[in-house]
């Protein structure tokens, strides 16, 4: 596949597409495998960038991974671990933040953990201190080097209690891994409860932890001697059903996203009717198209679950072009993510960004040099252009934004939209989009 594409725009994506398990959970779940001492299987893998990349760390770890009987199914074999030589993987690291994940389950397999500088878009700072941290408070003594973290426990991991400054996914999925093997209880409290959170929860009680989610952001972990292997259908990718419906929306489609839940959708789906747009919940999915008629402007500030995702707002932003009034969207996770504004601007589109949190709540950003506050004036008419794609979610937008334009746009670095999005070539085709490579 080549790394640019012509997206002919201006016509309405019509048809179904198909939604595999969470990017964020699966990617998860194959670390997980590491602390079990027998064979896992991991459902509805979807084929995309990232799955390979864990795929090839956990490799080097000498976790053995197999294709399994059914389409999708990774079978995750983790015996070896003890054999691994581990001096490769800094090479590897370069495309993912999942490394740091790796910390706990290498701590009780080997007592050590070496983790190389972590990748990942760049959408903010992206810090890994609440990760550092944490691990500190299990016991473990973490040694900065000029290529990444020698990380050890010679004393082992013990339960403790913590309180994340922010309720942060990453640090919260490190403090599950490390806890679950971790000698005695472990109270955390402002934890992230994102439903892939919840899905990794369920997944780590079938490989024989005990965690309890109490109320008010509060996980406890119970310490268990060993763990096993685990079977599990992860859930649905969210981000990305979200981000066909807003180019359903966007382009004026109609498109059903089989696999879509209801459950992991409500927040979206508010925010989708409020603008205008229109949907129904099946047996098999979510069908979502515009009903004609104007869309309209809507405030929404990005927050964690149960809030409107961060990951939801760049294709929602592009459907707000095309509605009338302003549009306001506070960001308040991530301080740099109105990056991709720009093209959408190049392209006819009328977004300003500002310093100030335009929303009801001020958040972390705010009195400072960041622009995370954006207004859409809408609608626009968008013309086609070339466009450099800048990460994976305003990656994905551009090309909505190219399918809703008048004319032909060339998009260029379209390669890391596969991190995160399984065959979108061949799905847009199938909606009808007109795109060459
Ligand atoms: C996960 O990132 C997802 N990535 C992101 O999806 C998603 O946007 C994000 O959660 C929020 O939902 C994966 O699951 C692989 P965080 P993560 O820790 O875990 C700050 C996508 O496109 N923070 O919840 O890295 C951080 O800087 C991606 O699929 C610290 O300050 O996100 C951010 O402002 C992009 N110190 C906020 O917390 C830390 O040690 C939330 O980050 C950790 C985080």
Redesign the pocket.
Known sequence: MTDALTVHGGTPLRGQVRVRGA??LV?KAMVAAVLGDAPSRLYDVPRIRDVEVVRTLLELHEVRVRDGAEPGELVLDPANVEQAQVDEINVHAGSS??PVLLCGPLLHRLGHAFIPDLG??N?????????LQSLREFGAIVDKTPTGLDISAPNGLHGTKLALP?P????T?QVLLTAVLAEGVTELRNA?V?P?IVDLICLLQKMGAIIQVHTDRVIEIEGVQRLGGYAHRPIPDR?EVASWAAAALATRGDVLVRGARQVDMMTFLNVFRSVGGAFEVTDTGIRFWYPGGELSAVAIETD?HPGF???WQQPLVVALTQARGLSIVHET???RRFGYVDALNAMGATIQVYRECLGGTPCRWGRRNFQHSAVIAGPSKLHGADLVVPD??AGFSHLIAALAAEGASRVYGVQLINR?YEDFEAKLRALGAHVDG
Request: charged fraction near 30%; charge should be negative; proline fraction near 3%.
């Open positions: 990017k964020n990617s933040r999942i990942g878009c959408i903010g700072g992206r810090p890994i201190d609440f990760h922010y942060s996914v990453g640090a999925e992230a994102e892939e981000i964690v995702m961060t990951d996770v991530y301080e994976l979610r995160g």
